[in-house]
């Protein structure tokens, strides 16, 4: 069973930072294509970052300069680190293995359950 587990997220104000994390279960990462979505209120699920398995990057424009989609294959996790956050960051943030490396569409072969990202002005 493939599990991924996300942490790391919470409540900040603008232009604070947080640096979330995704345990996935072993092999994973070193397996597939490894990417962060988020989801706001009303709004649909939109890809975020994305990494590649030769750990070629890609970011979604609102994420460009800001954050940082990141790999440790040896302890299993993903990472995403997001600095100066607004308040149009507020949303779940997932973490998702795709083995055919769909991102930005909102497809993948495995989620996780979700962490919550709240920023104040």
């Known amino acids: 069973q493939v599990l991924l587990v996300e942490s790391g997220g919470g409540s900040v104000q603008a232009g604070e930072s947080l640096r979330l994390s995704c345990v996935a279960s072993?092999?994973?990462?070193?397996?597939?294509?490894m990417s962060w979505f988020r989801q706001a209120p009303g709004k649909e699920r939109e890809g975020v970052a994305n990494?590649?398995?030769?750990?070629?990057?890609r970011y979604a424009d609102s994420a460009k300069g800001r954050f940082t989609i990141s790999k440790d294959s040896a302890k299993n996790t993903l990472y995403l680190q997001l600095n100066n956050l607004s308040p149009e960051d507020s949303a779940i943030y997932y973490c998702?293995?795709?083995?055919?490396?769909?991102?930005?569409?909102?497809?993948?072969?495995?989620w996780g359950q979700g962490t919550q990202v709240t920023v104040s002005s």
């Open positions: 990494i590649r398995l030769d750990a070629t990057t």
């Open positions: 072993g092999g994973i990462i070193t397996r597939n294509c």
């Open positions: 998702a293995a795709d083995r055919f490396c769909r991102w930005p569409r909102n497809e993948a072969n495995y």
